[in-house]
């Protein structure tokens, strides 16, 4: 650079000196150097600029939250809140057990047994999320004397989805089940989600 | 808009030809900052700090805006928001202190600019335009500045608040319902922060144009120079890149070491740490000062003490404080000496280093001290010495001084001698 518009200024100082043998003036080492490092540096400040927007410690510290599930009686459900989305914790009656395990697995979109969706021992406990796989709502069906669907399990009024008593996709647009978050039982009434 | 040397630019890729006859964004940058803007080739260092203002424009607009993210203007959360942007968010702490620090380095820089244009006398024609514009941008920053400094909603955010709009309050008549105008309030509540936020978020977009329109109005007589005199030839100039990127790129190398060391260092060192102390408006901080770059204008504030003729010593010292800005508007035309370069004027250097620099140094260090003597006679000095510099000395020195020779060319300036000095219409007899 400094050759070509150098030499049409008298004075200015045109740099032939500092030649090595393989043609490599200083000035280009310092040209790729700085060029280099302010490179490496406009790289490194992108990692706090898009951290920042992840969730925050804050939100982080909410990522986990325990129910007691010794007031859910069979038949009944209730909404609880897990990081920010609602989640839905329902005691199967047997007649339910019964309805979700005569279901050919196979015939499923998203094929899982009631085995597969709750924990060994608690087989009657289900706790799913409120959050429809289709685009989000939150079924119907958890809450006392709310449309529970063709499935008997939980309807989403957003798009016609159809759950059954599993929480498995039957009818409707949705691709997969409610999800099953990952959870444990603390005791045998205290549920840890998350 | 430019010399008639200056280079052409001339897209060889066939993409970049078509942009050029779409949008001739890049030819627009080339000419501006590129190849195709010739520049003295005598500039200091002293012209570097343009570019780092402009440098920390997007630096605080790039923080403030993911700040913005974070925080809630309202006055039950705002410090809080403040909080969990240090303690929850990542990077937050990084974020905020290179938010506040970075308002501190602009403000250095914007200093170390403005007083190169005086010592260089840059306001002076071709360049009004330039020099209005900036200290116009100036304004727009303290005041960007100000509101900023509100939003933590701490003890020195709300004790800031009340004592700047109670400057207004100072104004006869109209003073009282003005400043409950600019509150929303008796004092600072939730509606002050809330349009202060919406302003300090609105005014460093208003600070770019003003920036665009100032680069733009330079652009027209091209950059000054330390001789202080004009551009003749095609030898006195060279190329904006790569010859001035490259020692911008340097000087901006040096001040990013500096701002580093400030942002991860002495992160809390310019601040207050009362500002750690949610607001409380029963209690007002023992001892209150606005942040170190207010600090000379905040002396002649508190320099007036006592009535003034028939002037009330309050609205004296707002008058002082907002006239010791606005004399700068005037300084292209109280200066009336035909040399710029304060290199070539003996006199008014003597009184810019031995003058202005101590009075503007005392009302610095005046305006951080508290309101005790001695400081507050050192600062009616000081407040004295700064209009009788700009109002009485500046005019009687330029019209009296008489300057040293200038030399014929930057050429000149630079190599000792200019072959077209002896050669050409300029030639000295005998020579």
């Known amino acids: 650079m400094a050759d070509t518009t150098g030499d049409a200024i008298p004075g200015t100082v045109t740099v032939h000196d500092a030649h090595d043998g393989d043609g490599v003036r200083r000035r280009d080492f310092i040209n790729i150097a700085a060029v280099g490092a302010a490179g490496v540096g406009g790289v490194a400040v992108l990692l706090p600029l898009i951290s920042q927007m992840a969730p925050s410690a804050d939100v982080l510290a909410e990522s986990s939250t325990e129910i007691d599930v010794s007031s859910v009686q069979p038949g009944m459900a209730i909404k609880a809140l897990f990081r920010k989305q609602p989640l839905f914790v329902r005691r199967l009656t047997p007649a339910e057990i019964k309805a979700a395990n005569a279901v050919d697995v196979s015939s499923l979109r998203d094929p899982e047994t009631l085995a597969d969706r709750t924990k060994e021992g608690h087989?009657?406990?289900?706790?799913?999320?409120?959050?429809?796989?289709?685009?989000?709502?939150?079924?119907?069906?958890?809450?006392?004397?709310?449309?529970?669907?063709?499935?008997?399990?939980?309807?989403?009024?957003?798009?016609?989805?159809?759950?059954?008593?599993?929480?498995?996709?039957?009818k409707g647009p949705a691709p997969k089940n409610l999800e099953v978050p990952e959870y444990e039982f603390t005791s045998d009434t205290v549920v840890k989600v998350g | 808009m430019s010399f008639p040397w200056a280079k052409h630019y001339e897209p060889v890729n066939p993409l970049m030809r078509y942009l050029d006859e779409k949008l001739p964004l890049p030819r627009l940058v080339y000419n501006a900052i590129g190849g195709g803007y010739p520049v003295p080739r005598n500039l200091n260092y002293m012209w570097n700090f343009g570019v780092l203002a402009g440098f920390c424009l997007v630096l605080q607009i790039v923080t403030g805006?993911?700040?913005?993210?974070?925080?809630?203007?309202?006055?039950?959360?705002?410090?809080?928001?403040?909080?969990?942007?240090?303690?929850?968010?990542?990077?937050?702490?990084?974020?905020?202190?290179?938010?506040?620090?970075?308002?501190?380095?602009?403000?250095?820089?914007?200093?170390?600019?403005?007083?190169?244009?005086?010592?260089?006398?840059?306001?002076?024609?071709?360049?009004?335009?330039?020099?209005?514009?900036?200290?116009?941008?100036?304004?727009?920053?303290?005041?960007t500045g100000f509101m900023g400094y509100v939003l933590p909603w701490g003890q020195m955010s709300f004790w800031g608040a009340k004592v700047i709009t109670g400057l207004f309050g100072a104004i006869p008549v109209v003073g009282e319902p003005i400043q409950i105008w600019l509150l929303g309030g008796y004092a600072p509540d939730n509606a002050a922060l809330n349009r202060f936020f919406s302003l300090h978020f609105l005014l460093p977009f208003v600070i770019a144009g003003a920036v665009i329109l100032h680069i733009w109005a330079l652009h027209i007589p091209g950059s000054s120079n330390p001789t202080g005199i004009e551009v003749k030839k095609e030898s006195d100039t060279i190329p904006f890149h790569p010859y001035y990127t490259a020692k911008d790129g340097f000087g901006l190398g040096v001040f990013l070491i500096l701002y580093c060391v400030m942002l991860f260092l002495l992160p809390n060192y310019l601040g207050h740490p009362d500002n750690y102390i949610e607001a409380n408006p029963l209690s007002t901080p023992a001892h209150i000062v606005p942040e170190w770059y207010f600090w000379p204008f905040y002396a002649i504030l508190r320099a007036f003490t006592s009535d003034f003729f028939f002037i009330p010593a309050k609205l004296m010292g707002v008058l002082a404080m907002f006239s010791a800005i606005l004399l700068w508007f005037f300084l292209p035309w109280l200066d009336k000496g035909p040399v710029r370069s304060g290199h070539y004027r003996p006199l008014f250097r003597k009184f810019f280093w031995f003058g202005l620099i101590p009075a503007m140094a005392v009302l610095f260090y005046c305006g951080g001290a508290p309101a005790e003597e001695p400081f507050v006679m050192l600062s009616q000095l000081a407040t004295a010495y700064y209009f009788l510099h700009f109002l009485v000395i500046l005019p009687i020195v330029s019209m009296i001084e008489r300057p040293d020779p200038l030399p014929y060319s930057i050429t000149e300036a630079v190599l000792g001698e200019d072959k077209a000095a002896v050669l050409g219409e300029n030639a000295t007899p005998g020579v």
């Open chain 1, 123 to 170: 087989e009657d406990m289900l706790i799913t999320m409120g959050v429809c796989t289709h685009l989000g709502c939150v079924p119907l069906g958890a809450g006392e004397g709310e449309n529970k669907g063709p499935f008997g399990g939980y309807f989403c009024p957003c798009h016609g989805s159809a759950y059954d008593t599993a929480a498995r996709i039957r």
């Open chain 2, 65 to 143: 805006v993911v700040l913005a993210m974070h925080y809630a203007a309202n006055a039950g959360v705002a410090f809080s928001s403040v909080e969990h942007i240090m303690r929850d968010v990542n990077w937050g702490w990084a974020l905020r202190y290179a938010h506040a620090n970075g308002a501190s380095a602009f403000f250095a820089v914007i200093y170390l600019h403005i007083f190169r244009g005086f010592f260089y006398s840059s306001y002076k024609a071709p360049r009004e335009m330039v020099w209005l514009i900036g200290v116009t941008i100036f304004l727009l920053m303290m005041a």
